[in-house]
């Protein structure tokens, strides 16, 4: 299996911080990376595939960037209802599709 | 509206048996791959099983192969994860998720863009 490592595991931030979250590969995915959002008690939702493709209705300050073993989100400037753990997930080796361990974003 | 609904979880006793039932509506449910997601209280995400759209490309976690069992039965626009032999570990929240395919500079890339609220399923003597 593809071994996803996700960092910092949290971090605090403020309203209208940058924020950057990491995640890296065992292997080689080109770019079948997604990103999902997780707020307590809901289920996961899709931010960003193939890396850096925004879907639909998801503001423009989530971004997704990097290709090969080491990516990127970034929320160019938070906000309230971003305050939620995020998960990376690579599609490239499946049926397997593995997830990162979460980074929770906080309040300050 | 779109949705996936399901239903099915409770609390066995280790060793048990229960089947997981997804609800599909709003969608032509018979073209999808579809997935079985867990999350254990407090725990990340962890991938459990996909099926193929016509039910024939099934594929399990190694943790849970042998053990649980995917089907789909098109007609109803259900899908189903027969869960046997259950541990401790097994504890979780099950959700149905859908698979779809997004097409960018002509390569297909997959993600779940769909996802049900869930289902807990509890094992403990």
């Known amino acids: 299996d593809i071994q996803m490592t996700q960092s910092p595991s949290s971090l605090s931030a403020s309203v209208g911080d940058r924020v950057t979250i990491s995640c890296r590969t065992g292997q080689n995915i080109n770019r079948f990376l997604n990103w999902y959002q997780q707020k307590p008690g809901k289920a996961p939702k899709l931010l960003i595939y193939a890396a850096s493709r925004l879907k639909s209705g998801v503001p423009s300050r989530f971004s997704g960037s990097g290709s090969g073993t080491d990516f990127t989100l970034t929320i160019s400037s938070l906000q309230p209802e971003d305050f939620a753990t995020y998960y990376c997930?690579?599609?490239?080796?499946?049926?397997?599709?593995?997830f990162g361990q979460g980074t929770k974003v906080e309040i300050k | 509206e779109v949705q996936l609904v399901e239903s099915g979880g409770g609390l066995v006793q280790p060793g048990g048996s229960l089947r997981l039932s997804c609800a599909a509506s709003g969608f032509t449910f018979s073209t999808y791959y579809m997935h079985w997601v867990r999350q254990a209280p407090g725990k990340g995400l962890v991938w459990v099983s996909r099926i193929g759209a016509d039910g024939s490309d099934t594929g399990y976690a190694d943790s849970v192969k042998g053990r649980f069992t995917i089907s789909r039965d098109n007609a109803k626009n259900t899908l189903y994860l027969q869960l046997s032999s259950l541990r401790v570990e097994d504890t979780a929240l099950y959700y149905c998720?859908?698979?779809?395919?997004?097409?960018?500079?002509?390569?297909?890339?997959?993600?779940?863009?769909?996802w049900g609220r869930g289902s807990l399923v509890t094992v403990s003597p």
């Open positions: 998720v859908r698979n779809q395919a997004g097409v960018v500079n002509a390569t297909q890339y997959w993600y779940f863009d769909l």
């Open positions: 997930q690579q599609s490239y080796s499946t049926p397997v599709w593995t």
